[in-house]
């Protein structure tokens, strides 16, 4: 967690970009993020050259700079702002580009995600200014970067603009908690966004593979804070930084901001590339991660989308014919899926309960050919002030079969429901609760056959016979309790009285005034 100072820049930084012109938060983190590649590119080349003087070896120029020293951010950052501005815009990012276009191999990692990078900064005032502010980041510290582009991020949200990209961090943490990633799994986002499903599935594994000794704890601004330092992964970090997390967007700026997600929060080289994954061309242009790949899918696909079935590809659609991405997305992701992988992903409530033959089919392919574990109905006012969509998060298994399914109503996310979305308390609300009993419903112990409680359980037989609905509250079983009314007839006695006496008091109120 970063607080006090190191804020107070961020946010410093973040003001000087919007009174510069530039008031897209998108834009304002994509040219941040470009700085911050650039800065790094640099810390590694310097790192390069150290290693090289200390083993006494001659060192050859990194590839990111080449024979480029003047694009190098200890060189370039120090230019009045005058010159800086059309070298950055002219030099320094068109040989990024072309870096990106011809590199190859994990030492080109950071250069690649400069493709297409264009420098929206049109003020040099802002430009030093920027520069300055990223400088002053610690970015060589590995146990603060995370914090500190997570609090970058969080703007997209309080900016209430785009943040419908931005599932909420404790939804996310819910359902990697619920998924338990472990240290050998490959993990895919298909609709990846800003990565934060990747990033806290790896703050995860960070938390449960930390020795104590591997802790380190400090009190900020009155709060202890623990820093994980992830030691007991050493065995498993090759695959970590390099295999296990997988990501997909369309959207060139989110990869970028995704990219750099995971980077600052400690996967070396994480694999996120620009690819509609609906799309035939997915299978052609990634056949190692289009079918039968992965061993946990944590997704929050588009709602209320629909595609033209032609460019679908077409084993997607004969597990379920439509245009609909929220049902073609759930069917891309069994695809995807290892035999006995498993899946954390949000739907909208419509995929629970929809009447459309293809709602049917979706629904009876996932409880007849696959093992549903859980619905979660998430509260109406989740994801406001950007939508105010009803969803539930569907936990499946790929292959298996499906004997009961496990359903919990939250009530409370920890957050009021309003657009405001204030933290209530603690801010956990019925989280604990959702996972202690999914927990115990997984492990066999405890009966939640009780309809009337928030979590129970609805054998598969019933919910073929309902004609596969998912909906909670057509399970859902609601106490009546009876309600005693007086007799009318004293109740109007008790009227007259009431309102004889308030006639009674306005008359002296009149006197009082005269």
Not at 487 to 492: A, G, M
Request: aromatic share 8%.
């Amino acid at each position: 967690m970063i607080t006090g100072e190191l804020k107070s820049r961020i946010d410093g930084l973040w003001t000087e970009f919007w009174t510069g012109g530039i008031t897209n938060p998108l834009t304002v983190i994509e040219q941040i993020t470009f700085l911050m590649y650039s800065r790094m590119l640099d810390m590694m080349e310097r790192r390069d050259e150290k290693r090289a003087e200390l083993s006494k070896r001659t060192f050859a120029s990194h590839r990111f700079i080449a024979d480029e020293q003047n694009c190098r951010w200890e060189t370039w950052r120090h230019y009045g702002a005058e010159e800086m501005l059309p070298h950055v815009r002219d030099h320094v990012f068109a040989h990024f580009r072309k870096l990106a276009a011809r590199s190859t191999g994990e030492d080109s990692h950071f250069a690649s995600f400069m493709k297409d990078a264009q420098l929206m900064i049109q003020k040099p005032s802002l430009l030093v200014k920027a520069v300055n502010a990223v400088q002053a980041l610690p970015l060589d510290r590995g146990d603060i970067k995370g914090d500190l582009y997570e609090y970058l991020l969080s703007k997209l949200t309080t900016a209430g603009i785009n943040g419908q990209f931005r599932t909420p961090r404790h939804i996310i943490r819910l359902m990697v908690e619920l998924m338990q990633p472990q240290p050998t799994d490959r993990i895919c986002d298909p609709a990846c966004g800003t990565a934060g499903f990747l990033v806290e599935a790896y703050d995860y594994l960070l938390r449960q593979y930390t020795s104590s000794a591997g802790r380190h704890v400090e009190v900020l601004d009155g709060e202890e804070q623990i820093t994980y330092g992830g030691d007991l992964l050493a065995g498993y970090r090759h695959h970590v930084d390099h295999d296990m997390f997988h990501g997909y967007d369309f959207d060139a700026t989110m990869l970028r901001i995704a990219s750099m997600n995971l980077i600052m929060h400690g996967v070396a080289a994480p694999d996120i590339h620009y690819q509609d994954t609906l799309s035939q061309s997915f299978e052609e242009r990634h056949p190692e991660g289009s079918k039968n790949a992965f061993d946990l899918v944590l997704a929050n696909p588009p709602f209320k989308g629909s595609l033209d079935e032609l460019d679908v590809a077409p084993d997607i659609l004969r597990t379920v014919k439509t245009k609909k991405t929220e049902l073609l997305f759930v069917a891309l992701i069994m695809r995807m899926l290892k035999v006995g992988g498993r899946s954390a992903t949000i739907v909208p409530d419509g995929v629970l309960f929809g009447s459309s033959k293809a709602h049917l089919q979706l629904r009876r392919h996932l409880i007849e050919d696959n093992q549903l574990e859980a619905v979660i109905s998430l509260p109406s006012g989740v994801f406001k002030p950007y939508a105010g969509v009803s969803a539930a998060i569907i936990i499946f298994a790929k292959g298996g079969r499906t004997d009961s399914v496990f359903f919990y109503e939250v009530a409370s996310d920890g957050y009021t429901l309003d657009d405001k979305r204030a933290k209530i308390g603690d801010g956990r609300g019925d989280l604990p609760d959702v996972l202690a009993q999914y927990a115990r419903w997984r492990e066999g112990s405890g009966d939640f056959s009780e309809r009337t409680a928030r979590s129970f359980e609805v054998p598969v037989g019933e919910i073929q016979s309902c004609g596969y609905e998912l909906s909670i509250n057509r399970y859902k079983q609601v106490k009546k309790s009876l309600v005693a009314h007086g007799d009318p007839r004293e109740i109007l006695v008790r009227l007259e009285e009431l309102q004889a006496q308030i006639s009674s008091e306005l008359l002296d109120l009149k006197e009082l005034l005269k």
